[in-house]
């Protein structure tokens, strides 16, 4: 009974540790730098589909690997926000914007008609003749109809929806890139999968040792929130931008660097993800619903609320589980729509 | 207030024409030739007529055509792209460039080989999208004949319309005891892939007894495919003596399978069966390497047919049992084509159950065609309902249920039970079809 009881609550800690980093970083974005991101889960299959490759190409050891593709999504992430997100704040696009989304915009036509077979061109021709269209509207769209609009910064609901709006065409970007790198297949690789005992509960080392470093990186990112002085200007950002921005912080900066840091957090997550479950192209979304209900259930940007979230929500699952797994995800909505109607602020919201 | 309207108009104006300018212009660019490849003869000698030079004279009483058009509705993305493109993508677009390279298909009345050209539209991986592209193929393409959707539960829903028009089709990934159900309403429709009691569970069931397994632990996915495999293994397995001391469902999008594998191991079952795809089946060899479950027999299926398996776990899934259909030793012709679709390729792309048997339909097809000497879709029906064809499997044929559709018989697949036997996905049942000794009990996880 008591081995039972254990089993059951180690492998809840051991889920909820990687729903907690899911958590936090998603709690960030949104918490912080007011992004609703549905790309989230994007940036995790990217974390998990790098280390695949790391691992069964390089030879690289998935641990190694989280040094690698914790920097790499927080550069991604950091200069999506600096160039798209910035610019969803104001009311004007930056020269290049216009270029990039067109080119990807007439390119994803391109590639539909060439589907269905209307077009049979070079997909690196087609790619050029976009470019070229694209910039050729870039130029005239600057030179004639944004010349006459002053900038100015959007209501932050209106950046909410907006924001939230485009992250859902960066979710189908980031996807459909990831499907032209790797295919859909799913994949797997095998690390440390041995068994460990823990007073006669058997668990794999793998799984351990995901815990173990969504436990030491959630604390490390707290006492970098609250011991360092970029901590305290992000939550200076997170409790009034205006007043904050007043005080001498970069607001642009500090908000960058929260999706930048919520992005990071996703792909270490990824790393942490693909040496426990197999992965594939087009695991995102799932790993995004499972966010905003950990982010709901702990609190909208509250970071320990969605540490705590993430814990509490692996443990439900857990005991499910443990009695019928076809209901755990069941479980989790039930108690997603029971905290909405008995605290709908979440568990550390305010 | 005019400047202003010309200043947003403008450039909305230039973009249009330029976009005007260029779609036609690509339009132009593209060449409706069909794919070409300098590819020897095909591996299938489907019955093969000779080719008559056709004299002006002739030609010009026989109607013209230049080629056949095939439409297709695949998931070229969202999530049942990862089965559509490692299983009927590969074979088909392998396929069809070789019979295009000997010249096409050889039509009696049109009194010449037609190459055959594909129009394939992606439905995205959803049901309604797939019915209203097969619909439009049907009505506003008028392709000359209908290649399947993916999925059984697709096959559901794009059986009846195919017979609705009259279009032969000749189904790929998906099979069921219930669609068998249905094909005596469907005179139209042939299943190509074997699947739970035609014939691989009875197969499993017959191997195990022989080696005296008595118990079976069962993890089945909660949908259609799991609840089928489930339910036939919940009685052909009971037939044998085996009994089912534990049966658990599981949901697609489960995370953590350690509260079954620990049940399973609790239960100490001779067999565990993970009735389940890919996505269930290799976390739950990971989590029984993890957890130390050593079962007798270990069966997971589909999944464990697939290449990217062994490639994801190596020599630690010897042993280890599957869905399948050949292996190399199965036969010469099986070997040149597990060459042909397989050779200089990654292991990920190899899957040892359905691969020849989606080939065998297309040479089943083409062999018709010929047969008929016509792409009248009833004659060739009737080809394929009544004859046997030569194709890469031997003599071929569909047996038909009920007067209706048909089912790729039994006796012509080569294999129904794998099982990785050093590093190869061997067929070890049905036992005269085996071309490896089943390995009882398989050999425990390697520890690390």
Known sequence: MLTSILDVLIAGLLLGGLYALIAMGLSLQYGVARVFNISHGEFIMLGGMATLTLFTVFKINPLIAIVICGPITFVLGYIIHRTFFRHLLTSLPIFGEITILCTLFLWTVFRILADYNYVRLNQFAALAICLVIAIILDFALNRTAFRRIHESRVAAGVFESTSMLFSFGLMFIIKNIAFIGWGPSIRSYSFLQQPVSIAGALFGMNRLVTLGFSI??????????????????????????????????????????????????????????????????????EYTIIAIIVVALGGLGSIPGSFIGGFALGIIGSIVSFFEPGLALVAYYFIFGLLLLIRPKGILGK | MWRKAIGYSLPVIICLLLLLIAIPGCQQAATPTAPKTTAP?????????????????????????????????????????????????????????RVNAEGGIYVKEYGKKLPIELKIYDDKSDVGTMTRLTEKLILEDKVDFLWPACGTSFLFAQAPIANKYNYVLITAEGGATSLKDMLPSLPYVFVSLSFSDWYEVPVLADLLAAKGAKTAYIMYIADLHGIEYSGVAGIELPKKGI???????????????????????????????????PDQVMPATATSMELDFNPKAWLGGPGVNFGFYHTAFGPAVEGVLGWTTFARKSSPKLAELADILYSGKPEETNDWWGHPLYWAALDMWKAAIEKAGTLNQKAIRDILATEHLETVLGDTWFTIIGGGGGLLAKECHPGEVGQWINGVFEVVGPVDKATAQFVYPKPPWPKK
């Open chain 2, 41 to 97: 003869a095909t591996v299938a000698t489907a019955t093969k007529p000779t080719t008559p030079a056709a004299s002006p004279s002739a030609t010009a009483a026989k109607p013209t055509k230049d080629k056949i058009i095939v439409g297709m509705s695949r998931p070229l993305s969202g999530p049942l792209s990862v089965i559509g493109d490692s299983a009927f993508r590969p074979i088909y677009e392998t396929w069809v460039p």
């Open chain 1, 216 to 285: 030491l990186i959630g604390l490390a990112f707290y006492f970098f929130l609250t011991r360092t002085r970029i901590g305290k200007a992000i939550r200076a950002a997170a409790s009034d931008p205006t007043v904050a921005q007043l005080m001498g912080v970069n607001i642009n900066q500090v908000l960058a660097l929260c999706f930048g840091l919520g992005a990071a957090m996703a792909g270490i997550a990824g790393v942490l993800i693909s040496m426990c479950y197999p992965v594939n192209a087009n695991m995102g979304i």
């Open chain 2, 243 to 277: 009994n089912i001391v534990g049966i658990k469902s599981v949901p697609p999008d489960i995370k953590d399978l350690s509260p079954i594998i620990k049940e399973a191991k609790a239960l100490n079952p001779d067999a565990f069966l993970a009735l389940a795809y």
